[in-house]
């Protein structure tokens, strides 16, 4: 869908749960309308908090155990980690600038 | 200073933008999510006019955009946090910059309403939905509920067909409010089953949702429904929080307008779900941000 970092069930762990630093995870889906909106502020966002954010998709299609593993039943869904573990969790379509006050926040 | 301000990109201002551009007015359209509005949340539009075959949300709203690019309109991805009124210009100020416009034309459009019940805030995210493309495919072979009686609560059970082995379709009337056709397709689909007046009380769950309980209106017999997803299409609310105490809004907070999209401030209009109104569609958006942008451009010449 974009130039964003995909994590899959696979790498979960190792880019996410055992990431040095703090992450997002976006989870989208083609099927899904509000997931199109949120998108191209998660792209954005992804370049002006490189190096210091680690912002990626998972595409839940492709992805089925993870989003079971932390509960995920609507998309779109934002979590954030830090250290491995979850900080904070965004559900549905947020405009960029309230996304952006919870990345802040991680930092 | 802007000769008109936009705010709100679903189908009501990108064609008031459309028409904007094409008058040559100095324009900016902001939208703080991305283009389309509502539309974006449903699979497939069927009632637009000009497309037999009908079309993805998504698709229209793309196309609707191009348009109105193609004739040079200026739209930016910023929130409109503050509006203030004054006789001779407006003031409009996003996240990002504090701007001035002699017009603007409300198009914010409107949010699903929620039932207001136990359980419901706590179990966003984990099985309560107001979204049926987003999350249908969740519940693929297991028991839904859908809360509802219009066009949307039947449209969206309908699609859910597509995953759901069952859909419960909860309506607290005997009869439902959607459209003859939809109400046809719903009742002869075997996976639909309606329950008739009846009324949702509380969605119980620990970690996500395990069921709903439910009233009869007419016998108050309580029973517990057991489904692992509750989508709701119970109504909207106006996104008119930016205009509240600034101008005439009716009992439920949508905008009240005459017949050429004027609200009770002069040089502001409104277009689209925002406005009081007896139908809310993509067609009507359209007709309505069309005149606003008109009726727009007849004030900027007084």
Known sequence: MSDLLQVTDENFDEEIINSNLPAMVDFWAEWCGPCKMVSPAVEELAKEYNGRIKITQMDVDGNRQTPVRFGIRNIPTLMLFKGGKVVKTIIGAQPKSHIDEELKKLL | ?302
Not at chain 2, 5 to 27: D, E, F, H, Q, V
Not at chain 2, 103 to 114: D, F, N, R, Y
Not at chain 2, 170 to 188: I, N, P, S, Y
Request: proline fraction near 3%; include cysteine.
């Open chain 2, 1 to 302: 200073m802007e000769d008109l301000i936009i705010i709100g990109a679903g189908p009501a201002g990108l064609t008031a933008g459309l028409y904007a551009a094409r008058s040559r007015l100095r324009t900016i359209l902001f939208e703080r999510l991305t283009l389309g509005g509502q539309i974006l949340t449903t699979d497939f539009v069927e009632n637009y006019p000009g497309f037999p075959e009908g079309i993805s949300g998504f698709e229209l709203a793309d196309r609707m955009k191009l348009q109105a690019e193609k004739f040079g309109l200026e739209i930016q991805n910023q929130e409109v946090v503050r509006l203030e009124f004054f006789p001779k210009k407006n003031i409009v100020v996003t996240d990002k910059q504090n701007l001035e416009s002699k017009t603007v034309i409300l198009a914010c459009g409107a949010t699903p309403q929620k039932l207001g019940i136990e359980g419901e805030d706590l179990l966003i995210g984990k099985g309560i939905s107001y979204c049926a493309t987003c999350d249908g495919p969740f519940y693929t072979n297991q028991e839904v509920a859908v809360i509802g009686g219009g066009d949307m609560a039947v449209e969206e059970a309908l699609f859910l067909t597509r995953f759901a082995s069952k859909v419960h379709l909860v309506h607290r009337r005997d009869k439902l409010r959607a459209t003859k056709l939809l109400q046809e397709r719903a009742l002869t689909k075997e996976q639909i089953k309606i329950i008739w007046d009846t009324i949702p009380t509380r969605i119980v769950g620990k970690n996500g949702v395990e069921g709903i309980e439910l009233k009869s209106v007419k016998t108050d017999k309580v029973s517990l429904l057991p489904v692992r997803g509750v989508f709701i299409f119970i109504g909207y609310n106006p996104n008119s929080a930016l205009v509240k105490g600034h101008m005439e809004l009716d009992k439920l907070g949508f905008v009240l307008t005459n017949n050429d999209m004027e609200t009770s401030v002069p040089g502001v209009f409104a277009a689209g779900d925002i406005r009081s109104k007896l139908l809310r569609q993509v067609s009507t958006a359209v007709g309505e941000g069309a005149m606003a942008a008109f009726a727009a451009e007849k004030f900027l010449e007084r």
